[in-house]
């Protein structure tokens, strides 16, 4: 059975502080990985990963992606209270999307 | 260009009460899915298709969860008789690439349903 472990499920931090957030993986024939925001509507996307040691960037966030570990990072420089919500980490094996459990981020001002 | 639509937004229904909800993808997306979303767990995959076939139902509850997409556009999911344990955000999503390469999903807003 396919495992996206997330981590931390969730945290709070204050406006300007670092974000790092963890998802591990354990599949069979893995294509990518995403990562998407989910706020109070639908998830949007963020990155989708599927070379290791290219770190992809977006504004204050940025992503990276361990193949050999069998992990990805997110990271969220400078945080906003806008950047509080849900982060799911999603990877993509024998064409099926196999989501983790989400990092809650709240950001208080 | 306009998203993926979902309706209805929210419902509320009885237990053993029926319920269907819709979903019409981006247009020209080939795949289109089906997720339950239950309250601090992340999407849980219920059906994918391609086109109008059925590319993974494994996860669905087929004794009571159904859905189909006629003519691989719009697609209906229904839950008949629903359970407490049904209440969950009941994604739609679709995507451009089919069976080689999932590649990005673009999701629904979802539909909210609470069983009493």
């Known amino acids: 059975e396919d495992k996206v472990v997330q981590s931390p499920l969730s945290l709070v931090v204050h406006e300007g502080d670092t974000v790092t957030l963890n998802c591990s993986y354990e599949?069979?024939?893995?294509?990518?990985l995403l990562w998407y925001k989910q706020e109070k509507k639908a998830p949007t996307f963020l990155f989708m990963l599927?070379?290791?040691?290219i770190e992809k960037k977006s504004g204050r966030l940025s992503s990276i992606l361990d193949k050999k570990e069998l992990f990805s990072i997110l990271n969220i420089t400078a945080t906003q209270t806008g950047d509080s919500a849900i982060y799911l980490c999603a990877v993509e094996a024998d064409n099926r999307l196999a989501f983790g459990k989400g990092n809650q981020v709240v950001v208080i001002p | 260009e306009a998203g993926v639509a979902q309706s209805p937004r929210y419902k509320i229904i009885e237990k053993r009460q029926s319920v269907a909800f819709w979903c019409n993808p981006i247009?020209?997306?080939?795949?289109l899915y089906w997720y339950q979303q239950i309250l601090g767990q992340g999407p849980k995959l219920l059906i994918q298709?391609?086109?109008?076939?059925?590319?993974?139902d494994s996860q669905l509850p087929k004794d009571r969860f159904s859905a189909e997409r006629l003519k691989g556009v719009d697609s209906t999911l229904k839950i008949q008789p629903a359970k407490l344990e049904d209440s969950a955000v009941y994604l739609c999503?679709?995507?451009?690439?089919?069976?080689?390469?999932?590649?990005?999903?673009?999701f629904g807003e979802g539909s909210r349903l609470t069983v009493l």
């Open positions: 599927t070379s290791s040691g």
């Open positions: 247009s020209g997306h080939a795949t």
């Open positions: 999503a679709s995507s451009l690439r089919g069976l080689a390469n999932t590649g990005e999903l673009f």
């Open positions: 599949v069979t024939n893995f294509r990518s």
């Open positions: 298709f391609q086109n109008n076939g059925v590319v993974d």
